[in-house]
Nanobody
Protein backbone atom coordinates (compact mmCIF):
# COMPACT_ATOMS: atom_id res chain seq x y z
CA UNK A 1 0.00 0.00 0.00
CA UNK A 2 1.17 3.47 -0.95
CA UNK A 3 -0.47 6.71 0.05
CA UNK A 4 0.10 9.94 -1.87
CA UNK A 5 -0.99 13.37 -0.71
CA UNK A 6 -0.68 16.45 -2.91
CA UNK A 7 -0.55 19.97 -1.57
CA UNK A 8 0.56 23.42 -2.57
CA UNK A 9 -2.08 24.41 -5.08
CA UNK A 10 -3.70 27.79 -5.10
CA UNK A 11 -4.62 30.86 -7.08
CA UNK A 12 -1.85 32.83 -8.77
CA UNK A 13 -1.57 35.43 -11.49
CA UNK A 14 -0.09 34.63 -14.86
CA UNK A 15 3.68 34.69 -14.62
CA UNK A 16 3.64 33.61 -11.00
CA UNK A 17 4.96 30.46 -9.37
CA UNK A 18 3.75 27.60 -7.22
CA UNK A 19 5.43 24.57 -5.74
CA UNK A 20 3.37 21.43 -5.45
CA UNK A 21 4.27 18.63 -3.09
CA UNK A 22 3.51 14.93 -3.29
CA UNK A 23 4.17 13.20 0.00
CA UNK A 24 4.44 9.44 -0.17
CA UNK A 25 3.99 7.00 2.67
CA UNK A 26 3.53 3.29 3.13
CA UNK A 27 5.47 0.87 0.97
CA UNK A 28 7.45 3.55 -0.80
CA UNK A 29 10.21 1.10 -1.63
CA UNK A 30 7.88 -0.38 -4.23
CA UNK A 31 7.63 2.87 -6.20
CA UNK A 32 9.38 2.88 -9.56
CA UNK A 33 8.51 6.43 -10.56
CA UNK A 34 6.19 9.31 -9.72
CA UNK A 35 4.27 11.15 -12.37
CA UNK A 36 2.48 14.47 -12.22
CA UNK A 37 -0.75 14.64 -14.20
CA UNK A 38 -3.18 17.46 -14.66
CA UNK A 39 -6.76 17.62 -15.82
CA UNK A 40 -8.86 20.65 -16.59
CA UNK A 41 -12.60 20.71 -17.28
CA UNK A 42 -13.26 19.78 -20.88
CA UNK A 43 -9.71 18.61 -21.45
CA UNK A 44 -8.02 15.25 -21.47
CA UNK A 45 -5.72 14.24 -18.66
CA UNK A 46 -2.15 15.23 -19.44
CA UNK A 47 1.09 13.81 -18.16
CA UNK A 48 3.14 16.81 -17.07
CA UNK A 49 6.34 15.40 -15.62
CA UNK A 50 7.87 12.26 -14.18
CA UNK A 51 10.73 11.43 -11.88
CA UNK A 52 12.20 8.00 -11.31
CA UNK A 53 13.58 6.64 -8.08
CA UNK A 54 17.03 7.24 -9.53
CA UNK A 55 16.23 10.91 -10.12
CA UNK A 56 15.79 10.90 -13.89
CA UNK A 57 13.19 13.42 -15.04
CA UNK A 58 11.05 13.95 -18.12
CA UNK A 59 8.66 16.74 -19.04
CA UNK A 60 5.82 17.41 -21.40
CA UNK A 61 6.73 19.86 -24.11
CA UNK A 62 4.04 22.24 -22.85
CA UNK A 63 5.84 22.75 -19.53
CA UNK A 64 9.48 22.09 -20.35
CA UNK A 65 11.63 24.99 -19.27
CA UNK A 66 8.98 26.25 -16.85
CA UNK A 67 8.34 23.30 -14.54
CA UNK A 68 10.89 21.32 -12.55
CA UNK A 69 10.26 18.06 -10.75
CA UNK A 70 12.52 17.07 -7.89
CA UNK A 71 12.61 14.76 -4.91
CA UNK A 72 13.54 14.68 -1.26
CA UNK A 73 14.39 11.10 -0.42
CA UNK A 74 14.53 11.72 3.32
CA UNK A 75 11.01 13.14 3.36
CA UNK A 76 9.77 10.76 0.65
CA UNK A 77 8.34 13.76 -1.14
CA UNK A 78 8.30 14.77 -4.79
CA UNK A 79 7.96 18.41 -5.75
CA UNK A 80 6.75 20.16 -8.86
CA UNK A 81 8.09 23.68 -9.09
CA UNK A 82 5.94 25.63 -11.52
CA UNK A 83 7.26 28.93 -12.82
CA UNK A 84 6.01 31.35 -15.46
CA UNK A 85 2.51 30.01 -15.01
CA UNK A 86 -0.02 30.53 -17.75
CA UNK A 87 -3.83 30.45 -17.64
CA UNK A 88 -3.72 27.22 -19.63
CA UNK A 89 -1.89 25.61 -16.70
CA UNK A 90 -5.12 25.85 -14.71
CA UNK A 91 -6.10 22.32 -13.72
CA UNK A 92 -6.30 19.84 -10.93
CA UNK A 93 -2.86 18.34 -10.47
CA UNK A 94 -2.37 14.76 -9.36
CA UNK A 95 0.66 12.71 -8.49
CA UNK A 96 0.66 9.00 -9.05
CA UNK A 97 2.91 6.01 -9.10
CA UNK A 98 3.90 4.57 -12.45
CA UNK A 99 6.70 3.04 -14.39
CA UNK A 100 8.68 3.42 -17.54
CA UNK A 101 8.65 0.65 -20.12
CA UNK A 102 11.01 1.47 -22.91
CA UNK A 103 10.10 4.96 -24.06
CA UNK A 104 6.58 4.84 -22.60
CA UNK A 105 5.29 5.75 -19.16
CA UNK A 106 2.14 4.17 -17.81
CA UNK A 107 -0.03 3.71 -14.77
CA UNK A 108 -2.35 0.81 -14.12
CA UNK A 109 -4.83 -0.63 -11.64
CA UNK A 110 -2.05 -1.45 -9.20
CA UNK A 111 -0.79 2.13 -9.09
CA UNK A 112 -1.73 4.80 -6.60
CA UNK A 113 -3.11 8.31 -7.00
CA UNK A 114 -3.32 11.25 -4.69
CA UNK A 115 -6.45 13.29 -4.15
CA UNK A 116 -5.32 16.17 -6.33
CA UNK A 117 -4.63 19.83 -5.70
CA UNK A 118 -6.21 22.69 -7.61
CA UNK A 119 -4.08 25.19 -9.48
CA UNK A 120 -5.78 28.26 -10.88
CA UNK A 121 -3.88 30.83 -12.93
CA UNK A 122 -5.61 34.11 -13.59
CA UNK A 123 -4.93 36.25 -16.64
Amino acid sequence: QVQLVESGGGLVQAGGSLRLSCAASGSTFSINAIGWYRQAPGKQRELVATISTTGDTKYASSVKGRFTVSRDKVKATVYLQMNSLKPEDTATYYCCTGKWSGSSYYTGPSDYWGQGTQVTVSS
